[in-house]
């Protein structure tokens, strides 16, 4: 009885398709498989000249670990804000709702940013650059108006920072690059 049991279940065939395959293509007799795998980094491992530096790596690490995820709650909301306000009937009504929602993101995230380190204040400018493909000045001057984004940026400046700056991956920021790219795979 369990032979027959095991024949029955051998010929069941269930056409399922793994996860990540899209489509195939017949080649002959041949069906291709086209899967979209995930990307793969491979980073050399990280030399340091002595303690000092690699304290400043892993600091660094520590301050993107901490700020990145408020970057893309940048980026995400301003894609919800965006979209919404494309709803409202006129400017009237999108003049409002920014200020509720400044209100809104003050109440809510002025405790938790007040206690960002310089350094980490001055790195969430430039992860919010990398994230939203522009400087936070410019973000800012689309939802706010020029003058109140020229307050910010003056503001930001007393403490020697720059909402203008800009996010150089290749650059002088390809260290921070891959610092994000690894804590967004979770290598880190």
Not at 80 to 91: G, I
Not at 144 to 157: D, E, M, P, S
């Amino acid at each position: 009885m369990f032979c027959a049991a095991n024949i029955n279940a051998q010929k069941l065939k269930i056409n399922t398709l793994p996860e990540g395959l899209h489509r195939a293509y017949i080649d002959g007799k041949d069906t291709i498989a086209i899967v979209h795998l995930p990307e793969v980094y491979v980073f050399p491992k990280m030399r340091f000249k002595d303690k000092k530096e690699q304290n400043n790596y892993n600091k660094l690490v520590r301050d993107v670990k901490r700020t990145l995820p408020y970057a893309k709650m940048v980026y995400q909301t301003l894609i919800e804000t965006y979209e919404y306000m494309e709803t409202l009937p006129n400017e009237k009504a999108k003049q409002q709702h920014l200020k509720k929602m400044e209100k809104d993101l003050f109440k809510e995230y002025k405790p938790e940013l007040k206690k960002l380190t310089f350094s980490q204040g001055k790195l969430l400018i430039k992860l919010i650059d990398r994230e939203c493909n522009q400087s936070s000045y410019n973000l800012l001057k689309a939802y706010l108006g020029t003058f109140r984004a020229g307050f910010w940026n003056i503001f930001a400046g007393m403490f020697g920072a720059s909402l203008k700056s800009e996010y150089d991956p290749k650059g002088k920021d390809a260290i921070t690059e891959r610092v994000v790219i690894m804590v967004e795979h979770g290598l880190i």
